[in-house]
């Protein structure tokens, strides 16, 4: 009597994997690439006519990134340009105490709540 098998793969069960044909290249000079299209006729059309359907390579692709409609997602993109070609800048680092500096609050004769020695431990009943 042969075993049957449980479980396992299957030919052709499950979502198909994501091929791509021609690997990106973002290397050190994708940004200054990029920058570089701007202002340019690319295949004969202003670099502001290239849609995301159109575009060749990934630096055709990102122009359609700076070209979007939408103001926020055009200068997003534009910073991390700059960053990648330029180098970001180092983040800040405080060394000191930046809180201000605010009197002690006087209370007066108003009675506290709180006592000043600590409980004695066990439980509290």
């Known amino acids: 009597m042969a075993e049957k098998k449980h479980g396992g793969a299957r030919a052709g069960a499950g979502r198909p ?8 290249k973002i290397d050190k000079g994708f940004a200054a690439r ?18 995301r359907e159109t575009a060749k390579n990934a630096e055709e692709y990102a122009l359609t990134f700076l070209n979007s409609g939408d103001v926020g997602v055009s200068k997003s ?9 330029f180098g970001k800048p180092p983040q800040p680092i405080f060394n000191a105490d930046t809180r201000e500096s605010a009197p002690d609050v006087d209370f007066g004769d108003l009675p506290m709540p709180a006592h000043n020695q600590p409980a004695a431990p066990g439980k509290p009943n």
């Open 34 to 51: 990029v920058m570089g299209l701007v202002g340019k006729t690319i295949r004969g059309e202003p670099w502001t006519k290239i849609t």
């Open 17 to 24: 994997k994501v091929t791509v044909e021609e690997p990106l």
């Open 77 to 85: 993109f534009f910073d991390k340009l700059l960053d990648r070609r």
